[in-house]
């Protein structure tokens, strides 16, 4: 049984056997939000919902195979976290002018990290924890977790763009440069009054944008078959414990419930 279309602003598709789909990818379906760099579109048009906001393909991941721990799982909160930012992220920023998004993702040459907690996190959807060496080389930090930067916090709605502060961007000497450790090359910082000034203000605004979302699993099953015990276990697993991981990679301000 589907669930109902109206009901949900996401919903996850899991399968239980290894389709041609490899990764993990993300289906827009309705945007009405402006200064993101995404197309307004509407949902109705595309499914015949008023509400789904996108579809998030998780294929055969790592909840299907038997014995799993409970560390195994978790994986697939950040494979969800990742695929749901996509509604909002990251399109701001293409091209030489900013050299913050290839078109989905933070560049490599992006830094999105943050200190959490005393840790050294990173942005789920790419970046790197770049710092300076002082010698004129740049290295990537260990990262121990992943969440969202600010810049992401506003682009979803989260933060006001005054509590974004300037981004940095490492400038290579070299473009071409596939290293993460001693790279020659210096950070340009970007004003998020830059990236507004080029794409427009965020409308809905921070105090008007949705901050709470309901979301729906479907796990698709060959004709005639039926999903073991362990990958239902599984499932139930994530869908009840990845509210609370949402939660706490957005710092308590937002929301995405069954």
């Given at each position: ?93 293409k ?47 260990n ?28 400038v290579?000497?070299?473009?071409a ?69 949402w939660?706490f ?10």
């Amino acid at each position: 049984m589907y669930p109902d279309k109206d009901n949900y602003d996401f919903l996850n598709v899991f399968t239980t056997f290894d389709g041609s789909y490899k990764v993990a990818f993300h289906l827009p379906v309705k945007n009405e939000i402006r200064g993101i760099s995404i197309p307004i579109t509407a949902s109705t048009e595309n499914v015949g919902s008023s509400r789904l906001l996108s579809i998030n393909y998780l294929g055969y991941s790592y909840f299907l195979h038997p014995n799993l721990s409970q560390n195994d799982l978790k994986i697939n909160f950040w494979v969800i976290g990742h695929e749901i930012a996509h509604y909002w992220l990251m399109h701001v920023g293409k091209g030489p002018e900013f050299g913050l998004s290839d078109g989905s993702h933070y560049t490599k040459w992006a830094d999105t990290g943050f200190i959490r907690d005393g840790e050294q996190w990173d942005d789920l959807t790419g970046g790197w924890p770049w710092k300076d060496n002082g010698n004129g080389t740049v290295s990537v930090n260990n990262i121990k977790k992943q969440g969202f930067s600010s810049l992401s916090l506003y682009l979803m709605g989260l933060i006001p763009a005054s509590e974004v502060p300037d981004i940095r961007v490492v400038v290579p000497n070299d473009l071409a440069d596939a290293g993460f450790t001693n790279v020659e090359g210096k950070f340009k910082m970007i004003p998020i009054n830059d990236i507004v000034a080029k794409y427009g203000a965020r409308n809905p605004s921070y105090e008007n944008a949705q901050k709470n979302f309901k979301i729906a699993y479907i796990l698709l099953a060959k004709r005639g078959e039926t999903p073991k015990q362990y990958q239902l276990d599984a499932i139930n697993y994530i869908a009840q414990n990845f509210p609370g991981e949402w939660n706490f990679m957005t710092y308590g301000k937002s929301t995405i419930n069954q």
